[in-house]
């Protein structure tokens, strides 16, 4: 399944299947993008990120692409696992090297056992 | 190690009191933020600061005054607190120059809660 980051909206998924978590920016300026995880009572975490000359990167069991023609970024996780469950932003860096983050609204991650 | 702190973790005042947040980094970053995150989870930007001096400063009310008395420390002083200023605040810190590009490391946040 996948969401797009409008109004925290939840995406649920079985333990074991892949996610696909979806967010929109909005500044064709953008030169820089970063997904974050942030688990209940905690702050963001990195999880990876990727600058606007490439249209994808990989991680650890997570994929992060990046489409500039319609200014759209997905978080794939492979293999989701019950401490997956946490709330997910897609961030965008505005220009500069002041690190002007501006955060997307998140996408709630469950991930059922 | 925590690599950035803030302190309290939880705050509980009252109407028209002022209160502080403070927050270290030992990371040696050049840069430090602080964010606003409401009760929908949408995280704003509302001061970043660069080696001791403000770069960005968001619309954010004059009761919020930074202050960063090194560039590890950079601390929030809010004065007159208002109801609509519950919320988590999160220090952040970054490694300028194009290695470092805008990735920011999170405190784990100060939940303020006035009433």
């Known amino acids: 399944g996948e969401s797009v980051g409008l109004h925290l909206p939840t995406l649920s998924v079985q333990e074991g299947d892949n996610s696909i978590i979806n967010c929109a920016y909005s500044?064709?300026?953008?030169?820089?993008f970063i997904w974050y995880k942030q688990e209940s009572g905690k702050g963001p975490q990195f999880i990876i990120d990727i600058r606007s000359n490439m249209d994808k990167r990989q991680g650890q069991r997570v994929t992060v692409l990046l489409n500039k023609t319609v200014k759209h970024l997905s978080l794939q996780i492979a293999a989701t696992q019950p401490g997956d469950s946490a709330v997910y932003f897609c961030a965008e860096n505005r220009g500069g090297s002041q690190g002007n983050l501006i955060f997307g609204k998140g996408t709630k991650l469950s991930v059922k056992p | 190690d925590t690599a950035v702190s803030q302190t309290p973790k939880y705050l509980v005042t009252q109407m028209g009191n002022d209160k502080s947040i403070k927050c270290e980094q030992n990371l040696g970053h050049d840069t430090m933020y602080w964010y606003k995150q409401d009760s929908k989870k949408f995280l704003k930007i509302m001061f970043s600061?660069?080696?001791?001096?403000?770069?960005i400063n968001e619309t954010v009310p004059n009761r919020f005054s930074p202050k960063s008395p090194d560039k590890a420390h950079l601390n929030l002083h809010i004065n007159s607190l208002e109801l609509g200023d519950s919320a988590v605040y999160f220090c952040?810190?970054?490694?300028?120059?194009?290695?470092?590009?805008?990735?920011?490391?999170f405190g784990s946040g100060t939940q303020l809660s006035v009433l």
């Open positions: 952040a810190s970054s490694q300028d120059g194009a290695t470092g590009g805008g990735k920011l490391f």
């Open positions: 600061y660069n080696n001791k001096e403000l770069i």
């Open positions: 500044n064709s300026a953008s030169d820089y």
